[in-house]
């Protein structure tokens, strides 16, 4: 039965914040004690694809109602926010959110209840990369909160609605660089090396190298005191000779010959793996769902031992396989979709194991329906170690992992119709971008986010990237974009190359024709985004987009977009729109006291959206965030108000015994609202001014 405390629960928490109990700092009593209730909603796994740096949250919607409306309603969000901690405490990762709604009960062809449906919500990450000496295998954690978002910063989070879910996770190593070692060298060693050898910065990236593939006598050398059995860390070896119609009789007899020296009795490892099927003791699939914002199924895996993949971090370790099956039409049968490969090694792993992400790109614009016609579907993961599952046999059961079934729900949208058009626009929904002024429309959301952009009326920066539907009847058209700055009336066609991922997962580049700007229209296989064309125009002017079919040069549709590069730093007598400042009141001196500090600040910015004032530096590099008051000791909460370009006379409480003396940088950073390169939203602008406290 659906409570007051599930449908009145906007009302309730905005009457009271504290309404039940999740905020015991509040002046507020507490009404109705709830946290952390999964009936409706609950996490189900959390992982990482090392591949694509990815953090995936699968989320299960488990009730047929007490999401706010049906499938033609706005319903509500189930809003995530995404912790890593790498050893010294939980870094903020960003939010996600996902659209649901209520749908009536039901089963499908082969008799099974649509409910649970399973949703998936991800972000990007920049990881804190080793070399493969030192592995990286930071924990992950997150926050899932029906129709109210987690509160940014605070990985204590207590939701009302919803869950905390945790597990550790692999990231990809990078390139051994010298600074690696240099702190096992001896002193008198590293005095003699150049500075530039000691100044090498390592790169960031993935190391493209696997490492060796280890052989089967080494491996037979160290698992002998593993208890890893034979039948395990042989079956990748075993698997691809037997299985190859293309082995030679020498190559066969290679492997008997260096099986026997080995003491690996090869007739006893296939009468095993005649007696093994499904055997989850070293990796398990857990979750599987649909990440609507990266047009992609993802199955979440677990690797719960320390040995058995084929040797260490620094080798090329071995291959999950996990193959996708959906039966979207609900007709009983399956059809294959691809198969993903993730990476495994040896690891010193944690309690609870390794959660893997493992993603299977899906052209979801060919399986669109209206609202009124929702498309509910089962689909399957087949997780297959040391040797690729069946693309032909949704059903056979592999040798080392296992299979899972869920339901999905396909989001409600625009079918194929057969014509060229602009989808997205800088990131943004195409019809969310207003064709009079060129800012973002109330709704409008940005990239894989479902939630609305806040304010709106966002300009655009940076790179603006423009994409249209992957519809197969136009595969074999040209096109072309021609974009016209609205102020010169000047234009250019675009032909500057811009990256493309195939429904594999791999890179390619798109180059138009030079000067003419001419392409082929893009198709799923090839462009699963289905990028048209990029332009970094600059300024601050509007511009028009127009894009032409074929030869005739045919414009088919048109977007614009309000430009904004500019976030001043600085006060322009000739701009009273732009302007930023910062003043400290040191009167002159080289040294401030441990006490109030009078300063004024300037923030303001067309597409204004925050200010922020923050203490950095000190001895530890990491100090304490001094209070910062109004006149009349009033507390400075209004970060999202512009001040007057004359600024605004505030205080620095400098008083804090934590804060010792050194010197000290006191930092105004001014945000807008422009989508950024159609990825981010807020460029920036800081002013530093430094003090040295007594």
Known sequence: MLTPARWQFRQLITANPNHFGTFPDLPFEVVEPLKGDTSYEQVSCVSYSPSRDRIEATIDVKQTFGYSGGPCTSGSFEHLRFYVDYGSGWEDAGPAAIKVHDFAEGKDCPGDPLHPLSYVASVAHVPHRRWCGTPVLPRVRVILSWNLPPTPGDPDFPPVWGDVHECNVQIAPRRFFFGDIVHLLPSKVVQLLPQKVLQQVPIPHPDPDPGPQLTVAELADQYVQLDVPQHRFAFPHVMALSDSDAASSASLISSALAALESKINLSEIFKQLEDTKGNVDYEELECLGLDEGLSSLVATFNVKKGSGYSGGPCTAGSTEYVAFWADWDDECQYTYLGTAQVTAHDYDVPGGGLCYAAIQPVDLGALRRPCDVPRISRVRAVL?????????????????????DRHVQVEPGPTYDGTAHFTIVGGVSANKVSLATGLTDVGATLGTSTVPLTPPSCPFAGQVTLQGPNDPTLVGHQYRIKATDLASGGFTYLDTPFGVTDSNGDPGTVTPTLGTGWATWPTWVTNTEGFLGVHTPGGNDQWDYTLELDS???????????????????????????????????????????????????????HFSNWSISLLGGPGGNPPQPPLHLPGNLPMLATTSQTPLSGTDFTIDLTDPMLAPCGYVVRLTIVDRAIVNSVTQGQHATIDRGICLE
């Open 384 to 404: 297959s170690w040391g040797s690729p599952p069946s693309t032909t046999d949704a059903d056979e059961v592999p040798v080392w992992g296992n299979r899972i």
């Open 552 to 606: 005739d040069g045919n414009t088919v549709d048109t977007a614009r977009v309000q430009m904004d590069n500019l976030v001043r730093n600085e006060i322009d007598a000739l701009d009273t729109v732009n302007a930023g400042d910062l003043w400290l009141d040191t009167a002159g001196a080289c040294k401030v006291p441990k006490a109030e500090l009078a300063a004024r600040f300037v923030a303001r910015d067309l």
